[in-house]
């Protein structure tokens, strides 16, 4: 394994940063350090479950990978070369399939752990395929019955994403996929939670491309209102409203809830206070907002209304949403991917996931217009698009009665929420996409200044 070792140590500086996944972007690596490797499979072909400790400055974070080596690398597998011997192994089908098996089987590989759920009978023996889309971890479906999640970046402890689920489960709840296995192992003596297995809904529609297809639709017929187009989403996005609200509420009832005293609204306020001062010092285009974003996160200090806390998404948009026959899943419950552990498991107002959908339908709604020359009347038929599925959205919460009732009754603290994920946007869109930082800008724009 010292050959492993080094090579990882010498590779992975290079390769990390070009990884969707990784979450290290904003900085040089300064040195990687394999921290733990396990033999899964071997000798040809070689499969190594790697932890590798990547130090960036005074940060030191841990991030797992499937390395691979065989005497010919699997075609499949060659965009992820490491070096002359080895490979990033996820997308080697030959290889990832022994991780479902273990898991029917269950029992151990050195730290690792692999096992069913109690209620589930896994099927071996079936090919895996990794999902391709952009994630911040790694998807593998296998033979269209289960998809794997594999956590890239690790932090010790019962992984949220795992913990919710198995709590909405145990509760009923109808809007996540089922939990069938899981992988866990260690990260430096300390417990940590490595995948999650849950049954695969091939004929699923994810609702990002549900509702930009019904964008699309709209903005090709522009003498048509938002209520006449023929993809009209609003239905949807009001069944969407019913399904979060029951999520919130099963949370609720399976995890407990907490009612938040002043203290919790001073911390609140100065959160997002915070956050404003980092990020406009990096984005001159949002300072010229900054006395206005103050005063509409100040406002919530004099909320009165009891907040209650508890267990939420924490990172809820469209992408994190499936349409199924049945109805609407709810995917990802690991919260912001940059956000620290303990403010992962941090217990939130549901009104910040009703939030980030809200921003999700104005990035749904501006997305074909980013890069293309302004044309009032396009963006203000996308305008009347966001408006109607927003409200549909409200209505559909407030009609199954969620933790909240009706967000639209909680309007300084729900914009003020809305608000800080718009400045958390601006943040990413500058770091990683600034044809893109038009979007959560105007949509501040017009918030503060009145015009929405």
Known sequence: MSELSGALSALLPDWLPAQRWFAGKDRPIDAVRPAGLTVLAGPDPLLVHAVVDVVQGDRVEPYQLLVGRRSGIPEVASAAVLGERFYEASGDADLTGGLLDRMAAGGSAGPLRFAAEPDATLEPGLRSRPITSEQSNTSLVYGGQYILKLFRKLSPGLNKDLLLHRALQEAGC?????????????????????GMLQEFLPDA???????????????????????????????????????????????????????????????????????????????????????????????????????????????????????????????????????????????????????????????????????????????????EWARRNRAAFCAGYARADGPVGDPREHAYLLRAFELDKAVYEVAYEHANRPDWLSVPLAAIARSTDGSE
């Open 205 to 383: 529609v994810d609702g990002w491309a549900m509702a930009t297809t019904s964008v699309r639709d709209l903005l090709a017929d522009p003498d048509r209102a938002a209520d006449e187009a023929g993809g009209d989403f609003a239905g949807e996005a009001e069944r969407l409203g019913v399904a979060v609200a029951e999520v919130h509420a099963d949370l609720a009832t399976a995890l407990g809830t907490e009612s938040a005293d002043r203290g919790e609204l001073d911390r609140t306020v100065r959160a997002m206070t915070d956050r404003l001062d980092q990020v406009s010092a990096m984005v001159p285009e949002l300072a010229v907002h900054a006395p206005a974003l103050r005063g509409a996160f100040e406002a919530v200090r004099a909320h009165e209304s009891p907040i209650s806390m508890q267990y939420i998404h924490g990172d809820l948009h469209l992408g994190q949403v499936l349409r199924t026959v049945n109805g609407w899943l709810l995917l990802d419950f690991e919260g912001e991917p940059a956000a620290p552990v303990a403010e992962r498991h941090a217990l939130r107002s549901p009104l910040r996931d009703v939030a980030g959908m809200l921003r999700s339908f104005d990035y749904a709604a501006h997305q074909r217009l980013v890069g293309q020359p302004e044309n009032a009347d396009v963006t203000r038929h996308a305008m």
């Open 174 to 194: 109808e809007h996540v996929a089922r939990v069938v296995g899981s992988i866990s192992g260690e990260l430096h003596g300390e417990p940590a939670t490595m």
